[in-house]
T-cell receptor, first 112, second 115 residues
Framework: EAQVTQNPRYLITVTGKKLTVTCSQNMNHEYMSWYRQDPGLGLRQIYYSMNVEVTDKGDVPEGYKVSRKEKRNFPLILESPSPNQTSLYFC???????????FGPGTRLTVT | AQSVTQLGSHVSVSEGALVLLRCNYSSSVPPYLFWYVQYPNQGLQLLLKYTTGATLVKGINGFEAEFKKSETSFHLTKPSAHMSDAAEYFCAVTPRGTGRRALTFGSGTRLQVQP
């Protein structure tokens, strides 16, 4: 089954404790993205990757890091989480700009 | 830079009534256009998209949208609302051509369907 998986689905952590949210896709897609969803703001892109070892900042990259060492994986790293990073995070992948973007189920992160 | 505006953060209709969700975009060149739906506690699912060709596109669950270049719009419609249509709907655009191909989302419209 074609899918994007994210782990964990729910995470509660404290300010400053490094965390990683994993993302994996099994469709051999070139493009992968991370978004955060906040009420009234829709989805905002955090980081974007066009292929292995090629990443680019989105609209709200501050406080986040990513890496793309393998085509299928695109982890999101929060080196020092802060409460303003409490949000719902989605990973997504697609093959080309005209094609459908597949979304993971989301990771709800709470930083206290 | 491209942007997307969805008019109305909340829309309420009666079951069986017409659904109209509005989307306008701002872009120097007509982009690729998408509508996504998000059901509670789920990720986003593609409803339909416009890339080229016929400007009226049909999607899943009886939804359709019409690309109007002169109005820079891509409104989503469904002739008869069903209770199961209650969800949040997002319009999104991405530029054509080469270079960075970010998908920019509108702020979303929550559709409520009254019995």
């Amino acid at each position: 089954e074609a899918q994007v998986t994210q782990n964990p689905r729910y995470l509660i952590t404290v300010t400053g404790k490094k965390l990683t949210v994993t993302c994996s896709q099994n469709m051999n897609h070139e493009y992968m993205s991370w978004y955060r969803q906040d009420p009234g703001l829709g989805l905002r892109q955090i980081y974007y990757s066009m292929n292995v070892e090629v990443t680019d900042k989105g609209d709200v990259p501050e406080g986040y890091k990513v890496s793309r060492k393998e085509k299928r994986n695109f982890p999101l790293i929060l080196e020092s989480p802060s409460p303003n990073q409490t949000s719902l995070y989605f990973c997504a992948s697609r093959q080309g700009s005209a094609n459908e973007q597949y979304f993971g189920p989301g990771t709800r992160l709470t930083v206290t | 830079a491209q942007s997307v505006t969805q008019l109305g953060s909340h829309v309420s209709v009666s079951e069986g009534a017409l659904v109209l969700l509005r989307c306008n975009y701002s872009s120097s060149v007509p982009p690729y256009l998408f509508w996504y739906v998000q059901y509670p506690n789920q990720g986003l699912q593609l409803l339909l998209k416009y890339t080229t060709g016929a400007t009226l596109v049909k999607g899943i669950n009886g939804f359709e949208a019409e690309f109007k270049k002169s109005e820079t719009s891509f409104h989503l419609t469904k002739p008869s609302a069903h209770m199961s249509d209650a969800a949040e709907y997002f319009c999104a655009v991405t530029p054509r051509g080469t270079g960075r191909r970010a998908l920019t989302f509108g702020s979303g419209t929550r559709l409520q369907v009254q019995p």
